[in-house]
């Protein structure tokens, strides 16, 4: 499987920013969609953004004018800008990618550990 490593999550005041990284290391013939997930305590995991290999995005509608999903397909690597940070957006952010392996030809959903973001007030 390919292996997901994030990075740039942290401690940081209400209206400041953060940067998130996702690469996609391994063995793949192709990343298609990768997605930025986030799970707040006692909440379910939901979609954050969405980015195709074409660059196409999505957003959920309390982060759209905020928050900015990028890829850099050379690099295999997502990032998630996230700016004007709220405590509400406090959660364990996931890097999520539907991709194909090269060692088995099919398609297959992978996910990150995840990395906390905590905006305090």
């Known amino acids: 499987q390919v292996p997901l490593v994030e990075s740039g999550g942290g401690l940081v005041q209400a209206g400041g920013s953060l940067r998130l990284s996702c690469v996609a290391s391994?063995?793949?013939?192709?990343?298609?969609?990768m997605n930025w997930y986030r799970q707040a305590p006692g909440k379910q995991r939901e979609l954050v953004a969405g980015?195709?290999?074409?660059?196409?995005?999505n957003y959920a509608d309390s982060v759209k004018g905020r928050f900015t999903i990028s890829r850099d397909n050379a690099k295999n690597t997502v990032y998630l800008q996230m700016n004007s940070l709220r405590p509400e957006d406090t959660a364990v952010y996931y890097c999520?990618?539907?991709?194909?392996?090269?060692?088995?030809?099919?398609?297959?959903?992978?996910w990150g550990r995840g990395t906390q973001v905590t905006v305090s007030s």
């Open positions: 980015i195709t290999r074409g660059g196409s995005t």
């Open positions: 999520n990618v539907l991709a194909i392996s090269r060692l088995t030809l099919t398609s297959d959903d992978y």
């Open positions: 391994g063995r793949f013939f192709s990343i298609n969609a």
